[in-house]
């Protein structure tokens, strides 16, 4: 039904023989969204695509936030101009500024948006896994310094769980290494939003050994 409306509209203009402009289209068009609450705003891909202001906008405002191409700027410059005019009026605000002052409120708090850690971060992971990791001479078929790249998510509780290898030694190396990591202290879980969440990493780990 939507689009039938704003079709019809447009239909209307040109049969009054006034051919409408880009701006006078984006407008009708930004009308019939926000009449129908469909709210939506409009830029260039922001990175990152998730942050607290789209956060903020769509949570507490029903406001989506699309990405548009280059060729499209002229149109949704238009149309975000009467979409932000109509949301200001509707809500008794400046949205945006409202947007951004809650979106750097949010940002101050303690695990709002944050990556899991480790207490004592990574040079305690890299002396936990060297004490309790044995290695016999019949074990060694590799170069001293060998560089080895391990893969884990961590929990939304903190706990360590799928542990790989994804660049190793040999297999019973390999295996032992993915034994300790799995045997590792819980951590303080990534955080998105306020709320903890699933989150790989990726550690490098240096085997060194006197001959």
């Known amino acids: 039904m939507k689009p039938l409306i704003f079709t019809v509209l447009i239909f209307l203009i ?3 023989g006034c051919k409408p402009t880009e701006c006078e289209i984006a ?3 930004a009308k019939s969204d926000f009449a129908n609450s469909d709210f939506k705003l409009h ?3 922001i990175l990152p695509v998730e ?3 789209f956060y903020v906008l769509r949570e507490h405002y029903n406001v989506k936030w699309r990405f548009i191409d280059s060729d499209s700027i002229g149109f949704f410059y238009c149309y975000d101009s009467i979409m932000t005019s109509l949301l200001n009026k509707k809500l008794g605000i400046n949205l945006k500024t409202r947007v951004q002052t809650i ?3 949010l940002e101050n708090q303690n695990n709002w948006n944050s990556n899991p850690t480790f207490e ?12 309790k990791l044995t290695i016999s001479k019949e074990e060694i078929d590799f170069p001293v310094g060998q560089k080895i790249l391990l893969e884990f998510e961590i929990s939304e ?9 994804r660049k190793g030694v040999n297999e019973k190396i390999d295996k032992k290494l993915v034994e300790i990591i799995n045997e590792l202290p819980n951590w303080t879980p990534g955080y998105q939003f306020g709320k903890p969440i699933r989150k790989k990493y990726s550690m490098p780990l240096i ?3 006197e001959q």
């Open 27 to 29: 407008e009708l068009k």
């Open 120 to 131: 004592g971060g990574l040079s305690e992971i890299h002396k936990l896994i060297r004490k």
């Open 43 to 45: 830029s260039m891909e």
């Open 207 to 209: 085997i060194e050994f």
């Open 157 to 165: 509780s903190g706990e360590v769980i799928n542990p790989i290898v």
């Open 51 to 53: 942050n607290t202001y």
């Open 14 to 16: 040109t049969l009054l």
């Open 103 to 105: 979106a750097d409120s």
